[in-house]
């Protein structure tokens, strides 16, 4: 008996009746072939041929067919009753409006984060004609939407009553939930950049916030998709600790998120402040213990700031000079008078900022181009002195006095000069799209143009530029300089000082091998000290060899001699042709991604202080540093909005925690 069942998988039988049955007949066709659905079947001695018979009809092979592909070909929903179908429906339509809720409630905190708004206001009662930019905004909405408007009203309604009302939208825990959420949205976008990037580098800095607190902000640099991205990995709180092992601990516990970076990470660019840069047990130095290609560079752009203010500080005339600039900025300071005064007359200085050379800078310029107009009008306050007050025309009796000053007005022309190029300089090393070789060739071009200047010609020039504003001097300066003497001690002091911020740049000498403005100069042939450097910096990063073949394909192509080694890579890209020079393409990534900066750590400061006001000052720390990287990271958001896939993986993490709605179909 056990054999028939084996060979007829369709048989069944009943140990009551004793009798035998066909399972998927009995199942899908139970008003056919009674035999074998209702009665039974007791002949044994017939029980091969007959069931042959019945396995031949065609309500057998119909049953059979259903019983096989029951769940596999049919949605198991279709077979459901219509009781659990009716169910599911009204779920799903519960899911679609509370998701909608969400989209509404979503866009408010994605609003308001992405314009740096505060959320909550002093008084969010019911009656308050200001409950602040997150409750206002959810009224606004509920203007133009019925169904949110109802919801909105009639849970707050319930919940007030202690009716205990599942809309929550308006409470701070769903403002932090959302934040985070969106926050983690676009970390799963960084943390999908880094795995794809060839290369990466970071950059690090701290600044106080305005509640004191000490703040480590990090920007990784990596490419995507030909293109270089910052990103910014948070905001840590490092008030209690800020040595140089509590700072690289941040540093490696951010990076450790991410697998598989430690070939990566090929640089580190922090100031020169000695817990960061120190070689023995400064941030830079732990954090390659670790991460052994991780070279670091002292920022270019606070180099240059150091360079133009110690030269400036180390002669005493250029001291004295700078410091007397100042007060044409604090003569409008608090004086609501004398700054309507000179806007009448279409004049205005900055005010002071934190990268004092690059405010001198913009002082100079305004002195510079209105040199004339100033004489001129405050020359009119003295002669008609009605109206002004005894500390106003103190004040423009001094500038007045460094006006006509023979010596101020020839440094006044030496410095705009020098510090136009330096401002320009300046833009370069800060801008996001500026690769590691442009950079360097800008540095040193700044440099022979400093150089340049210590001619005789440029002196004379400068000399009679002064005496045609202010006449000749009356006298030398003192007893140990004349004009021509401190001109060229201006001079030396900053080529001197260039040369030794940054010497320590040559070590980067082997990006000229992906710099297309020399390519021609090399006879097709790549310069083998350069190659030198290259290997010991990077070396087992590369395939040499082959590197040294695919750029003398290169050299000897014209159609590669672009203006930028970021122009060489989009045609490498256009032509699709990074198959055939993976190692060429790796090294001009690496170019790209090299920083020489820190100034998107310095932008990120901006961030926090935009956010983080006098008026905030309480804000949680991770909800501090989730809104500013929605903030930093607006285009990550587009791209989602964009695919119409940003509510979605909203609502995957929003769910993540237990919720009394529902967000998930079934």
Known sequence: ?????????????????????????????????????????????????????????????????????????????????????????????????????????????????????????????????????????????????SVFERRLHGRLAESERGGGGRFTGVSPEIQNDLINCLDSVIDDEILKEINDCTFMSVQVDEASDVSTKEQVSMIVRLDKDNEIVERQLGLVDVSMNRNAAAISQVVKDKLGQYSNIKEKLIMQTYDGASVMSGHINGVQTLVRREYPFAQFVHCAAHRLNLVLCQSASSIAPVKIFFINTSAFSTFTSNAPRRKAFLTSHNLEFPNPGDTRWYYRARVINVLYKNYDKLLEVFDEVTVQPDGWDDESLDKVSGLLHYLNSFLFCFLVCVFYKILEQSSILYSVLQNTGTDFSYGISKIERFKNFASALRTD????????????????????????????????????????????????????????????????????????????????????????????????????????????????????????????????????????????????????????????????????????????????????IKLKEDTNVLHDEVVKKFVEKPRRLAFLYK
């Open 457 to 636: 010609e440029d002196f004379d020039k400068f000399y009679q530029e002064a005496v045609d504003k202010v006449g000749q001097p009356v006298s030398r300066i003192d007893k140990g300089h004349n004009y021509k003497q401190l001109y060229f001690e201006i001079i030396d002091s900053i080529v001197g000082m260039l040369s030794e911020r940054f010497q320590d740049m040559k070590r980067f000498e082997f990006l000229d091998l992906v710099n297309p403005k020399v390519f021609s100069t090399w006879n097709g042939v790549a310069p083998p000290e350069k190659f030198n450097i290259l290997k010991e910096m990077y070396g087992t990063l590369f395939d040499l060899p082959t590197l040294q073949s695919q750029l003398t394909f290169i050299y000897n192509d014209k159609d590669f001699h672009k203006e930028s080694s970021n122009e060489v890579l989009k045609y490498i890209f256009q032509f699709n042709l990074q198959s055939s020079l993976p190692e060429a393409v790796k090294l001009l990534k690496m170019n790209g991604v090299l920083a020489l900066s820190s100034a998107s750590v310095e932008r990120s400061f901006s961030c926090l202080k935009r956010v983080k006001g006098y008026l905030r000052n309480r804000m949680g720390q991770a909800r501090l540093s989730s809104l500013c990287r929605i903030s930093i990271h607006k285009d990550i």
């Open 1 to 145: 008996m056990k054999e028939w069942y084996c060979k007829k998988d369709w048989l069944c039988g009943s140990s009551i009746l004793e009798k035998l049955f066909c399972w998927p007949c009995l199942l899908f066709c139970p008003g056919t072939s009674p035999t074998w659905t209702k009665t039974g079947y007791t002949d044994m001695r017939s029980l091969m041929s007959d069931g042959k018979k019945h396995e031949r009809t065609r309500s057998h092979l119909a049953a059979f067919k259903m019983w096989k592909t029951y769940g596999v070909n049919v949605r198991v929903d279709s077979l459901l009753s219509q009781a659990r179908r009716d169910e599911i429906q009204r779920h799903n339509e519960e899911v679609r409006q509370n998701r909608e809720i969400l989209k509404t409630v979503t866009e408010a905190v994605l609003y308001l984060s992405k314009q740096e708004l505060a959320f909550r206001g002093h008084d969010e009662s019911e009656d308050s004609l200001n409950k602040g930019n997150y409750r206002e905004l959810l009224e606004s909405f509920a203007k133009f939407d």
